[in-house]
């Protein structure tokens, strides 16, 4: 069974700070694919990006980058010269890549608050 | 572009009485669609998802249901709401065959 570790449950960094989101994965497939999404105040998830299991290359965009790690099945969110509309609940995911029934499930980690001070 | 409708955004609704939230697509055809439910301060918990009309696979089985009358319309059903299914009820769709999922603004459900 797929699993997502989000260990820190909270962070509180001072603006301008950089700051690291963990995640850590558990998943039996060879093919899979990791999430990052946003949850704000508001409440919406809001889709940051997705990194498949073949593709080890850093990304990055913006002030946010990410750090894919097979090795120790890690996919960490660092978010650079954070800002307080940083301020929000972060989650990963992981969806395999075939689930049989022609939809693709995602298991969710529990998320980190992130929380900006001005 | 495709947005993603729900409603209604917050509902306040005694046990026992029933429940309908609606779930709306727009600018897509043939999507997977998907329910999840947020319990406060826990992560997200998939209810239901569908891959096309008149098909629903439950994950987990409790007094909620689901049903998909039109391509992209989602509805989550209750005859009889228990206290344990307050929470925030989010509804997503997909594109077949790719992985993003892409969430609606949520309905937040208080029962008393």
């Known amino acids: 069974a797929q699993k997502v570790t989000q260990a820190q449950t909270e962070i509180s960094v001072v603006e301008k700070e950089d700051v690291t989101l963990d995640c850590v994965y558990e998943t039996r497939d060879t093919t899979y694919y990791l999430f990052w999404y946003k949850q704000p105040p508001s409440g919406e998830l809001v889709f940051l990006i997705r990194r498949n299991s073949f593709d080890e290359q850093n990304e990055i965009s913006g002030r946010y980058s990410w750090n894919f790690q097979k090795s120790t099945s890690s996919f960490n969110f660092t978010i650079t010269a954070s800002q307080v509309v940083d301020s929000a609940v972060y989650f990963c995911?992981?969806?395999?890549?075939?689930?049989?029934?022609?939809?693709?499930?995602?298991?969710f980690g529990k998320g980190t608050k992130l929380s900006v001070i001005p | 572009s495709q947005t993603i409708h729900q409603w209604p955004a917050t509902l306040v609704q005694p046990v026992g009485s029933p429940l309908s939230l609606e779930c709306t697509v727009e600018g897509t055809s043939n999507p997977n669609l998907y329910w999840y439910r947020q319990a406060a301060g826990r992560g997200l918990q998939l209810l239901f998802y569908s891959v096309g009309i008149g098909q629903i696979s439950s994950e987990v089985p409790q007094n909620l249901s689901a049903s998909r009358p039109q391509d992209r319309q989602f509805i989550l059903s209750s005859k009889k709401l228990l206290l344990s299914d307050s929470g925030f009820y989010l509804c997503?769709?997909?594109?077949?065959?790719?992985?993003?999922?892409?969430f609606g603004p949520g309905t937040r459900l208080t029962v008393t």
């Open positions: 997503a769709w997909s594109r077949s065959r790719t992985y993003e999922q892409y």
């Open positions: 995911a992981l969806s395999e890549a075939y689930s049989g029934a022609g939809s693709y499930q995602l298991t």
